[in-house]
């Protein structure tokens, strides 16, 4: 067969059509970032969200790294969605923290950004670090790979704040010895902390101050006798090294499980590099967990109490992601952790402590405020708003453990934020003891002062659904080991929120070291533990939930 | 002649001649040696088989229903029922996840139905018979008997299609035999089994007075 002349023209015509088409169409390697609306439920098939990856939730919105190839399928669906950027490669994303939406579109000055929310931006240059041409009142988290929550567009979008009532329901017996650890909080020792870790002058990462500092902290838990580490880790382009200073007391009953209470104490200020003191950002934060490391130190909990000090917040949160996905990596069993930034300052008064969750951490503002109200009441404003990323906890929301943050004002009110005027005599120290007092006997109430009788261990709870041809009802079987000791039986207790609320589901003491719970409702979750009951009739700690 | 026109008139066709079968005088009915009767009131027992292996599993052994129908027939071989049949069956949900001992938890369900259809009846000399189709309107209600849980109460259509052999034994008084499929699916709401419905296979007899 011959090809004539026209014929292979037209063919080489139409080859090279395709070959620039090729050429100039997305790479199907590329990923975009995406800002997907969190929306009313809308069906998504898994072949979609598969290759998606999920970077941050925020209380409106995910944002995603997804192929570029997928696009075109994206927007055959209902989703509401835009394109942040057309691609990733190599980019370092920050997300930028302001009150004025102008002070985030003025970022656009230095590279680029996108206001995500009211407050929230994304920015970007070309360069890996930006902490240093940021402006100083600007706070940052440095966005990077997949986070552990469930990237799920069936979640409507939540950004609301409710003030709990003060008399708020107790979900635990009154302790006396909570009562006198919290008595023992000192206005003192914690002014003593705040002007100590302010005479480093500036506590900025990446200067000798600041691991000076950092030093100052390790040698304050090693007084007290705490097991204590220092845990380096490099950040920024320039290869930095600081440290975490973490101080241990083993848990009694329950080691793997741990409280986490933590602050950064690293500064930063127009004038880093020489005079950022930081008081309220964040020596008030850092004086509290030393100071509640102090008293704690002489008690004995059930569950593990981690004291830790973050290095490089004010670069990015670097520190607390160091720790928190190294912690999801060797699987710790977190309870929580309470997270304080700025508790010193008081633009009024009284003034209210701002208490900041996610969806999955409000059990753990519950019980927080259940806490303060029970030994140390205070006024606290309760938010759940994933948006709020700008501090040590959102690590952890992103690890999928639960977290909450204690600071005076979301927005900022202090103005002598990120200035080197944020020294100690701008504090209200009544009030920073009292948000160090609600914390010591929230982590105290979480960690549990170990009891004469030890509480059951090794709780699992399995369920088997029993249906009718119309309706279907739960059996949950608990099991445990039996506690040591001269034990006469166990109490069970049930809730429907986490950690929260529990009340007795058994009748009559438990005597064998199983229990059924049945007929519950199939589409309810159900959380448990257990107490033993020794001969003197005296009841032990709660065991470890089960769900 | 237009395509809808002419697709219209075949129904028709189909129709009549169909009519004309199950109505119609010799040579289709040559063998035919006695007329229908005009009506008849037949009461039957049966056993019924569920065909969800879920109900079967709780509700063990046979459904036993008792059904009333009055039957009227509108043309020589063509006639219409309307019935009322009562079924109900105790049965148990079985808990057992050793260490906790195992539980059981006695169970009744009613599912009284109405049902209205419409058929078609061959005599011939002592036999009837007859094929029919139709719907039904079917409330159930299952109870926890010893547990307090709320009774679940709803309805259902279904359809059904039925076959019957009945004998003339002494004048007006017939031996009957039924079999019946009953098509029940239920609302996927409610449903608990993914493939959960009360379908079922019936095989009953009785008697029957025609007129």
């Known amino acids: ?547 | 002649m237009k395509k809808a026109t002419r697709a219209r008139a075949r129904h028709w066709l189909m129709a009549g001649v169909l009519l004309a079968i199950t109505s119609g005088p010799a040579p289709l009915r040559a063998q035919t040696t006695s007329k229908p009767p005009r009506a008849a009131v037949l009461v039957t027992f049966g056993a019924m088989r569920p065909l969800e292996s879920a109900v079967r599993g709780l509700y063990r052994g046979a459904f036993v229903p008792v059904t009333i129908e009055g039957d009227f027939h509108l043309l020589r071989n063509l006639f219409v029922f309307g019935s009322a049949r009562f079924l109900g069956r105790n049965g148990e949900v079985v808990f057992n996840m050793p260490p906790a001992p195992e539980e059981r938890f006695p169970l009744r369900v009613s599912l009284p139905s109405v049902r209205m259809g419409g058929g078609v009846a061959f005599p011939w000399q002592k036999w009837l018979f007859s094929a029919g189709a139709g719907l039904s309107y079917t409330r159930y209600e299952e109870k926890w008997t010893t547990e307090d849980i709320p009774v679940a109460t709803g309805h259902i259509y279904g359809v059904i299609a039925q076959g019957g052999v009945d004998y003339r034994v002494y004048k007006r008084l017939w031996a009957v035999g039924r079999f019946e499929y009953s098509y029940t699916p239920m609302d996927e709401t409610r449903q608990v089994f993914p493939t959960f419905d009360l379908s079922g296979i019936s095989v009953s007899g009785g008697v029957a007075v025609r007129f």
């Not at chain 1, 000055?109 to 206001?115: K, M, T, Y």
């Not at chain 1, 109490?305 to 490089?312: E, T």
């Not at chain 1, 080991?481 to 929260?500: C, D, E, K, M, W």
Request: one cysteine or more; charged letters at 20%.
């Open chain 1, 1 to 547: 067969m011959t090809t004539s002349r026209p014929s292979c023209l037209k063919l080489g015509a139409v080859l090279a059509a395709l070959l620039v088409i090729l050429s100039t169409a997305p790479q199907s390697s590329d990923t975009v970032l995406l800002r997907f609306d969190k929306q009313q439920p809308v069906v998504v098939p898994s072949a979609v969200t598969g290759p998606m990856v999920a970077i941050q939730e925020l209380a409106t919105a995910w944002l995603v790294e997804a192929p570029a190839s997928l696009l075109p399928r994206l927007r055959t669906l209902r989703l509401s969605f835009e394109v942040l950027d057309a691609t990733t490669e190599g980019k370092a994303y920050f997300l930028v923290f302001a009150p004025q939406a102008e002070q985030i579109e003025g970022l656009a000055a230095f590279g680029n950004v996108r206001l995500l929310e009211k407050g929230v931006g994304l920015f970007w240059s070309n360069t890996d670090e930006v902490r240093e041409i940021v402006p100083a009142d600007i706070s940052l988290k440095r966005l990077s790979g997949p986070i552990s929550a469930r990237l799920s567009f069936l979640t409507p979008g939540r950004a609301r704040a409710v003030e709990r009532p003060l008399r708020a329901q107790a979900y635990a017996p009154f302790d006396p010895r909570i009562a006198e650890m919290v008595g023992q909080v000192s206005s003192a020792r914690i002014l003593d902390s705040v002007a100590n870790l302010q005479s480093y002058q500036t506590r900025y990462a990446s200067t000798s101050n600041c691991e000076a500092s950092g030093t100052y902290i390790y040698d304050f838990f090693r007084q007290y006798g705490l097991q204590t580490d220092a845990d380096y880790f490099t950040f920024s382009a320039s290869n930095y090294t600081t440290s975490n200073i973490i101080a241990t007391i083993p848990g009694q009953v329950s080691p793997d499980r741990v409280v986490i209470v933590c602050a950064h104490y690293d500064s930063y200020s127009n004038q880093a590099k020489t005079a950022a003191p930081g008081a309220d950002d964040n020596a008030s934060g850092t004086a509290a967990v030393m100071e509640i490391a102090r008293i704690l130190a002489g008690y004995q909990f059930d569950f593990t109490i981690k004291f830790i000090g973050f290095s490089a917040e004010e670069w990015g949160l670097y520190g607390s992601k160091h720790y928190a996905q190294a912690a999801r990596q060797r699987g710790e069993d977190i309870l929580g952790v309470i997270n304080m930034d700025m508790i010193g300052y008081a633009d009024r008064l009284p003034e209210d402590l701002d208490l900041i969750v996610n969806d999955r951490s409000d059990w753990l503002g519950n019980k927080y405020v259940a806490s303060a109200t029970m030994y140390a009441p205070l006024a606290i404003l309760q938010a759940i708003n994933a948006s709020v990323t700008g501090s040590d906890h959102s690590p952890f929301w992103d690890q999928g453990y639960s977290a909450l943050l204690g600071i005076e004002d979301i927005p900022l009110k202090n103005p002598y934020y990120h200035k080197p005027t944020d020294t100690v005599d701008t504090l209200n120290l009544d009030f920073a003891t009292a948000v160090t007092r609600a914390s010591l006997a929230a982590v105290a109430e979480l960690a549990q002062p170990s009891s004469p009788v030890a509480p059951p261990t090794g709780i699992q709870a399995r369920s088997q659904t029993v249906r009718s041809l119309f309706t279907s009802r739960k059996m949950v079987v608990l099991t445990w080991n039996p506690s040591p000791g001269n034990i006469a039986g166990y109490h069970v207790y049930r809730t429907l929120t986490s950690h929260t609320g529990y009340q007795r589901a058994n009748a009559a003491l438990v005597r064998q070291p199983y229990y059924v719970d049945r007929l519950l409702r199939t589409d309810v979750t159900y959380y448990y533990v257990v107490t033993a009951v020794d001969a003197q009739g005296r009841e032990s700690n709660y065991s470890v939930e089960v769900r």
